[in-house]
């Protein structure tokens, strides 16, 4: 049972367009929203990330967008680069718990 | 930041051998993970750990045990390896700071022939 479902499961993007990831969840329990960034040969580093007390976050040209009634959240790396390319994964926590659920990733590439 | 190091970044291994991944921390933070990556299916938690000799199932612990006998060091077992064991295997260290992160390591990518 796939808790966070992401979509779409990869993506092409020109040199300055805007990528747009979403996710949706179904555990209302869930209230921390991170996004990892993981380049090829190395592991996941975090993103960028929001709880649901905002319903937007903006670090630079990634922002996170949160609906909490539709339980969904994005990603939009605005002015996308070609070093934008990654796979990029949603995840999940609730504030009791230790673990974090994963969506099964987008594979962006920004092409020059 | 967290300095997660794993033991190998490639390792071939053969149907039934034992197999061994390792993670070692920097710091002296309580809670480790293994996951596994494999695509389209994002990443999925073996095991977690939250103190030495401590440890709960994730989502996918069958054939896989650990072990935490040292703050710093979380290994990852395959007992007898099997072919759909091939995959990613991805350590993390939780930092539960402000930002609450999980920094990973490298992740090895184990071939099971």
């Known amino acids: 049972q796939q808790q966070v479902k992401q979509s779409p499961q990869s993506l092409i993007v020109q040199k300055g367009g805007i990528s747009i990831i979403n996710c949706a969840y179904e555990n209302t329990a869930f209230d921390y929203f991170p996004w990892y960034q993981q380049f090829p040969g190395k592991g996941p580093a975090l993103l960028i990330a929001?709880?649901?007390?905002?319903s937007e976050k903006k670090e630079g040209r990634f922002t996170i967008s949160f609906n909490k009634s539709a339980k969904q959240f994005s990603l939009h790396i605005m002015d996308s680069q070609p070093g934008d390319s990654a796979t990029y994964f949603c995840?999940?926590?609730?504030?009791?718990?230790?673990?974090?659920?994963f969506g099964g990733g987008t594979r962006l590439m920004v092409k020059p | 930041d967290v300095k997660v190091t794993q033991s190998s970044r490639y390792l071939v291994k053969r149907t039934g051998e034992k197999v061994f991944l390792e993670c070692v921390q920097d710091?002296?933070?309580?809670?480790m993970f293994w996951y596994r990556q494999d695509p389209g299916l994002g990443l999925r938690l073996i095991y977690f750990s939250y103190d030495v000799k401590m440890k709960e199932k994730g989502d996918i612990p069958e054939g896989y045990s650990v072990s935490r006998e040292k703050k710093e060091r979380f290994s990852l077992i395959l007992e007898s390896a099997s072919t759909n064991q091939t995959s990613m295997y991805l350590c993390a260290v939780r930092d539960r700071g402000i930002s609450d992160t999980q920094y990973f390591g490298p992740g090895t990518r184990l071939t099971v022939l």
């Open positions: 929001i709880r649901p007390d905002v």
């Open positions: 710091m002296d933070h309580e809670n």
């Open positions: 995840a999940a926590k609730s504030n009791a718990g230790n673990m974090l659920t």
